[in-house]
């Protein structure tokens, strides 16, 4: 029997690579006596002896008075309490991986913490932790739908790969959760393999969807949106829908009596009016021909998207060099813009359906641009 431990079955096998385990025990149980201990094993709450297993690495505290454990390590438990580490308040590095917990409250009022890592949970939202030191926050394969404010001024590199993310703002109120604020070190943010969507040209008339990322992070140099739904970058304004109005039927009461009066003033046939007829006789176009078609509109219920020319739906990153867009069924290169990204040098377009030359030739734009990557897997 392989000792190897394959990778979790909603996961790509290339992924991560797990390390090779020990023998374990339970390979020599019957399938029935498994399902009992699985059944028994439902709820691990960390008790004292996983805790002493876990910490390791005593070093001197913060404030150098004492000496305490500065790591925990503990994988592959089926974990789904740690309320016991929140009274080891001098633990920097936390690595929780391979559980099944659903929250990380216990942890949040750990202000020593420099690394966390807690992927492959269960973790439905995202911590509201205070950690002030914090440095490395890896949430991978969870199951995070939206984001919330964050209080990590020294947080480098954020990893959310493999979650449900949709938006990155606060719906409520449009603010950008990822924000130099809030952020002002992050340099590396991955969001592959989420649900990350904006507002479709083949589909305008969405109203509920994102028209922009909003991304706005003044230092991120590194920024992995693989595996998404982004069909395009371009930006979008929302402008009342029109109509043109071509009788007088149409018009309210008073502005049809406005018009009318408008008409009555219009002078007798001349020669500019003949001059007119003449050129309408020709198949020549005149703006003069219709005054009450091209002068009077009036607003439906409802609103329209206008496609913006210039415009980025990333956000404002103005030291972004790496950028890898793969697998979003991007239709085109809008929104890939100098204003948006002025030093990006690395760029991967693979497994898109950007098929025109002319859609390349918009990064033209990008005078850093060394690596473009547009085919292969």
């Known amino acids: 029997m392989s000792d190897s431990v394959s990778p979790p079955l909603n996961s790509p096998a290339e992924d991560i690579e ?22 028994s094993t439902n709820t691990i709450i960390l008790d004292g002896e996983l805790i002493q297993l876990g910490l390791c690495s005593i070093e001197p505290t913060a404030d150098g008075i004492s000496y305490a454990p500065t790591k925990f390590i503990c994988n592959k438990k089926s974990l789904t309490d740690v309320t016991a580490l929140q009274k080891f308040i001098f633990l920097r590095y936390i690595n929780i991986a391979f559980n099944e917990l659903t929250n990380l409250v216990p942890l949040e009022n750990l202000h020593n913490l420099l690394v966390l890592n807690a992927s492959y949970n269960h973790i439905t939202e995202f911590p509201l932790g205070k950690w002030p030191a ?29 979650n449900q993310l949709t938006k990155l703002f606060n719906t409520s109120n449009g603010e950008p959760f990822l924000n130099g604020r809030d952020l002002p070190e992050l340099h590396t943010l991955e ?51 029109i109509r043109p ?20 003033d219009v002078a007798k046939p001349s020669e500019t009016e003949e001059s007119i007829s003449d050129a309408n006789n020709q198949g020549e176009s005149t703006e003069l021909a219709s005054p009450v078609e091209e002068q009077v509109v009036e607003e439906e219920e409802g609103f329209v998207w206008i496609r913006e020319e210039s415009g980025s739906a990333l956000g404002d990153l103005p030291q ?20 948006a990204v002025p030093k990006l040098q ?9 098929g ?10 990008l005078p850093r641009l060394q690596t473009l990557i547009l085919l292969g897997k």
Do not use: C, W
Request: proline letters at 5%.
């Open 18 to 39: 797990e390390p090779s385990q020990p023998h374990d025990v339970t390979d020599e149980l019957t399938e029935a006596q498994k399902l009992v201990l699985q059944k």
């Open 134 to 162: 914090l440095t490395h926050l890896y949430l991978n394969h969870n199951r995070i739908t939206e984001l919330r404010e964050m209080n990590m001024p020294r947080l480098q590199l954020l990893s959310l790969n493999n």
């Open 191 to 241: 969001l592959a393999h989420n649900k990350l969507y904006l507002l479709d040209k083949a589909s305008p008339d969405d109203l509920g969807a994102p028209v922009s990322l909003k991304i706005q992070l003044p230092k991120l140099k590194a920024l992995f949106l693989n595996h998404n739904a982004l069909t395009s970058l371009a930006t979008y304004k929302l402008y009342p829908r």
């Open 245 to 264: 109005i071509n009788t007088l039927d149409e018009l309210p009461a008073d502005e049809e009596d406005e018009v009318s009066h408008k008409q009555n």
């Open 320 to 339: 972004l060099s790496v950028l890898s867009l793969r697998a979003n069924g991007l239709l085109d290169l809008d929104g890939l813009t100098y204003k």
């Open 346 to 354: 690395y760029l991967n377009l693979r497994e898109n359906v950007i």
């Open 356 to 365: 025109l030359l002319d859609e390349v030739n918009k990064l033209m734009a």
